[in-house]
């Protein structure tokens, strides 16, 4: 392990500010750190994206990444030695069972020692079961736009549950649902790159019924701690008119009402079914209650906020307008409130009394190991002081995680953007500790 000297960026937030027993944690996942090329691990849907020319940047796929594969030992001290609770990681299905049906067993020994390396270290591990690569045969039958996928997750999850479930801290069947169904189908930003709401429709309810199914499972073997993590936006008008308020509804209704709805109240938001309506699959109705199956916490993921207006095109014709606040390298707006507005309305709309975790919060910023990420600690002390103003105000969050830990493979953008909280030079796989590193460990040690 390569250190860095400790830098004089510093937290005015501390550790003791927070309620006793509050879990700090880092986060990452499968295929942007581990190296998809070792291991046995099959084919995602990722890999033929990135063959189609301009969907990727450079063509980057994960096949190399952080060689977390075989560094994971000194990673794992990283997370130690900055005095963090516990570790969000997430299992490849592509890893595990290849062809999305058999298991490979030098996939899954490999999630097998990396939770045991977790606990000799202390470290509590939070799983995730899918965060985003889909075995290619399965993308090719048809992936979250047919019932066999959501089918196939639930034999994938009791592969998961029966081998670590009995060691797992926490866990979340499905990462950013919105990314895996609507950004992902509609959009085409990602793989597999559609852009149909047909698709989409069906994806949002695929996906949807794959947490259900997962969580079903989990129960069934008893595995402690189960969860969802979604992403939301904080979705603003670009202006006090009808129409844009009309178009950020819409917005908020696709990006966090959608899975929230399905997920905690089952039901989907009516604005949205009535779009979405003659693209629904059969019996879609049957499905919610296996969706809406009560959990033990609810995740957030939050990194900005967008501002709407009408745009041209059939429904939901929405369109984003760039805002005058503070941008990360991503382009995406500085805007710790919308944090703290989205904690109190979820608790307030949705989940009540259920204790709440952000699952995912951090800063894409032009790091090099010379140079102090100053930006990226007062992106997290901005975030931490609005988390801590959602407690006083009453909200039941119990803990926060910071992406990442590791400066990784950035899916469409390949490896440009730099998130992590230590510096990888991707030639020689060194790792380096940036300030944001020796800073949240001093806030975690007061």
Request: contains cysteine; proline residues 6%; negative net charge.
């Amino acid at each position: 392990m390569t250190k860095s000297r400790p830098d004089a960026a510093a937290f005015t937030t501390a550790r003791s500010d927070f309620p006793e027993g509050f879990t700090f944690s880092t986060a990452t996942s499968a295929y942007q750190i581990e190296g998809h090329a070792f291991g046995g691990a099959g084919r995602t849907h990722w890999e033929a994206f990135a063959e189609i020319p301009g969907k990727v940047d450079r063509g980057e796929t994960g096949a190399v990444a952080c060689d977390h594969y075989h560094r994971w030992p000194e990673d794992l001290d990283l997370i130690a030695e900055a005095g963090l609770d516990a570790y969000r990681f997430s299992t490849s299905w592509a890893r595990v069972m290849p062809d999305g049906v058999n298991v490979n067993s030098e996939g899954i020994d490999f999630y097998d020692k990396l939770v045991d390396g977790m606990l000799e270290r202390g470290i509590k591990p939070m799983a995730t079961l899918y965060h985003w690569e889909l075995p290619e045969t399965l993308s090719k039958a048809g992936g979250w736009t047919v019932r066999d996928t959501p089918e196939a997750f639930a034999h994938f999850a009791e592969v998961i549950a029966d081998r670590i479930g009995d060691r797992l801290h926490s866990v979340a069947p499905v990462n950013e649902p919105w990314c895996v169904a609507w950004l992902s189908h509609f959009e085409g930003y990602h793989a597999p790159g559609l852009v149909s709401l047909d698709a989409a429709a069906k994806a949002m309810h695929h996906v949807a019924l794959a947490h259900g199914l997962a969580v079903e499972v989990l129960r069934d073997r008893d595995v402690r701690g189960v969860g969802a993590a979604c992403n939301l936006e904080y979705a603003l008008p670009a202006s006090e008119t009808k129409a844009d308020r009309t178009a950020a509804r819409l917005y908020d209704g696709i990006y966090n009402r959608w899975f929230l709805g399905g997920m905690m109240h089952g039901a989907y938001p009516e604005d949205i079914l009535d779009g979405f309506a003659p693209h629904m699959p059969e019996r879609w109705q049957d499905d919610m209650a296996m969706i809406s199956q009560p959990l033990d916490w609810f995740g957030i993921n939050y990194y900005t906020c967008r501002r709407l207006t009408r745009g041209e095109g059939p429904w939901p014709s929405i369109a984003t307008v760039e805002g005058p606040l503070p941008k990360t390298d991503m382009g995406w707006e500085i805007c710790p409130e919308g944090l703290e507005h989205l904690l109190k309305w979820v608790a307030d709309t949705y989940t009540g009394d259920l204790p709440l975790f952000i699952t995912e919060n951090g800063l894409a910023n032009a790091d090099t190991p010379d140079r102090p990420d100053h930006e990226r600690v007062a992106y997290l002390e901005a975030h931490f002081q609005a988390a801590l103003r959602a407690i006083a105000a009453g909200v039941p969050l119990e803990g926060f995680t910071v992406w990442s830990l590791l400066d990784n493979y950035e899916w469409t953008l390949g490896y440009a953007k730099r998130f992590g909280l230590v510096h990888i030079d991707f030639d020689t796989q060194a790792r380096t500790p940036k300030a944001s590193y020796h800073a949240l460990a001093r806030m975690l040690s007061r």
